[in-house]
């Protein structure tokens, strides 16, 4: 069992950043992925980022390509999502979730097994 929990969510301005922190908690995560999903009302989960435990190897939505960025800190079992120029449409519950994972040279968007309670981000405009 991977236990996860999330914090680093608020309420900020149009433009501004926020760090999402995820401690993982429960096993070795070698083999895993890492990745933060986000559900706004209304809508459903999408697939924000990701990363391998073991190879750093990181994917990131399309429409938030150069806005944010996924890393880990293997000494802390902890996944980060560093998120920059914030629109008022990011606002959403993002959640942090984990997954086995032997791929190599790439990381999946899905199939993703463990989840954490959320974190709310809030953009105001």
């Known amino acids: 069992q991977v236990q996860l929990t999330e914090s680093g969510g608020g309420l900020v301005q149009a433009g501004g950043s926020l760090r999402l922190s995820c401690a993982a908690s429960?096993?070795?995560?070698?083999?895993?992925?890492m990745a933060w999903f986000r559900q706004a009302p209304g809508t459903e989960r999408e697939f924000v980022s990701a990363i391998s435990w073991a190879g750093g190897i990181t994917d990131v939505d399309d429409s938030m390509k150069g806005r944010f960025t996924i890393s880990r800190d293997t000494a802390t079992n902890t996944v980060y999502l560093q998120m920059n120029s914030l629109k008022p449409e990011d606002t959403a519950v993002y959640y942090c979730a984990a997954r086995y994972s032997s791929h190599t040279g790439w990381v999946p968007r899905t199939g993703y097994g463990y989840w954490g309670h959320g974190t709310q981000v809030t953009v105001s405009s």
């Open positions: 429960g096993r070795t995560l070698g083999s895993y992925a």
